[in-house]
């Protein structure tokens, strides 16, 4: 089976070092680690100088590697060299995508496409999600914006949870041509969306289910992704008791039984 990914948004509160243990631990083989801030000021794990290395030994030690770090909120306020530490600091570990997702302001397209050149410099793709609080708001604005910026290492990153609240399809992902989908990231939540934007974000942020415990056409999804697609799961829960070794296990469990179902 391929190798799954832990995004660190689902345990948010631990340590790159100890969430790659507890990755492995649970069976997981790759990554997502929390770099930048979504706001400034947030919980962010970016390493520097000897974290560095310890971090690469650790992952090393594991055998787990990095695939994704996040989560650059693309607008008017974002310094786009100040991401740079933030791309080191991926590429010397091993890592292949960035994380993004974008608010509509005048400059966009050349924004995002400052942001390709210099992630393409350093051996790294940019994945870029919708969501429905911010002006990128659907699939095919993300797919859109792509396309204007013409950088071949970007992708529209299929956040489950997102992909559906922002009116998206298994259709659309079966639709979208070759090369625009490298990542995916699954979750399951209550199949009857959240009455208004507060209540979305709150269930994007901590409302999310383990895959098969909501009503999310997870399997519809999956079976349209196309072959190779990276799938990671990312599952914040403010809810749910167990401990963290528990919980890791019945995720990974719970995604490897659909991956394995969809693409046997």
């Known amino acids: 089976m391929m190798a799954l990914g832990l995004g660190h948004f689902t345990f948010l509160h631990l340590s790159p070092a100890r969430l790659v243990r507890l990755a492995r631990e649970a069976g997981f083989g790759l990554v997502g680690l929390r770099f930048h801030p979504v706001v400034p000021g947030q919980l962010h794990w970016l390493p520097v100088g000897e974290e560095l290395g310890e971090l690469r030994r650790v992952m090393n030690g594991e055998g787990v590697r990095l695939y994704d770090v996040e989560t650059v909120v693309i607008d ?3 310094d786009v060299h100040g991401l740079v530490p933030m791309m080191d600091a991926a590429a010397a570990l091993g890592g292949a995508r960035i994380n993004t997702c974008a608010d509509w302001f005048d400059g966009l397209d050349d924004t995002f496409a400052t942001i390709c050149d210099l992630a393409r410099a350093r051996g790294l793709g940019v994945d870029l999600e919708c969501m429905a609080w911010r002006g990128i708001n659907s699939p095919g604005a993300c797919l859109d914006l792509i396309r204007r910026s013409g950088a071949p290492n970007a992708g529209y990153l299929v956040d489950a949870l997102h992909h559906i609240r922002c009116g998206g399809s298994a259709a659309d992902l079966a639709a979208t041509q070759s090369g625009g989908i490298v990542s995916a990231q699954l979750c399951d939540a209550l199949a009857t ?13 901590g409302g999310r289910l383990v895959p098969g415990e909501g009503g999310l056409p997870l399997r519809s999804l999956v079976a349209a992704l196309p072959q190779g697609t990276t799938i990671s799961v990312e599952v ?5 008791p167990r401990p963290e070794r528990d919980r890791a296990k019945a995720i990974f469990r719970a995604t490897a039984r659909l991956v ?4 046997p």
């Not at 969306?193 to 942020?205: F, G, K, L, T, V």
């Not at 914040?236 to 749910?240: E, H, L, Q, R, W």
């Open 76 to 78: 008017t306020t974002l």
């Open 193 to 205: 969306p959240p009455a208004d934007r507060e209540a979305m974000i709150a269930e994007a942020r």
């Open 236 to 240: 914040p829960s403010a809810s749910d």
């Open 260 to 263: 394995e179902d969809t693409h």
